[in-house]
Nanobody, 124 residues
Framework: QVQLVESGGGVVQTGGSLRLSCAAS????????MGWFRQAPGREREFVAG????????YYGDSAKGRFTISRDNAANTVWLQMNSLKPEDTAVYYC?????????????????WGKGTLVTVSS
């Protein structure tokens, strides 16, 4: 089992920034690809960003490209999501997730473990 706990959500004005953190515990963190997803009310869960196990390779959903940055520290068992130039449409619950599978992370079903989420609200 892998336990994931997100933090760093809150209320921010349009154009502002937030940094989300996800602390992992349980199994060896570096064995898992990590991802951030988000879900707004009435919408499906959406892939935001992902990062490889050890090489630091990153990939982003269309909504995050150029504005968000995912990073990880395997020694600290932590993954972050730096979000800049936030827009009202970024308002959602943001989830951290982990997977040992090799399937595409754009599909939430690839992920094996999930945190409980942290709410991000961007005011206009």
């Amino acid at each position: 089992q892998v336990q994931l706990v997100e933090s760093g959500g809150g209320v921010v004005q349009t154009g502002g920034s937030l940094r989300l953190s996800c602390a992992a515990s349980g199994r060896t963190f570096s064995n898992y690809r990590m991802g951030w997803f988000r879900q707004a009310p009435g919408r499906e869960r959406e892939f935001v960003a992902g990062i490889s196990r050890r090489t630091g390779g990153t990939y982003y959903g269309d909504s995050a490209k150029g504005r968000f940055t995912i990073s990880r520290d395997n020694a600290a068992n932590t993954v972050w999501l730096q979000m800049n130039s936030l827009k009202p449409e970024d308002t959602a619950v943001y989830y951290c997730a982990a997977t040992s599978r090799s399937d595409t992370m754009h599909n939430p079903r690839t992920m094996e473990y999930w945190g409980k989420g942290t709410l991000v609200t961007v005011s206009s």
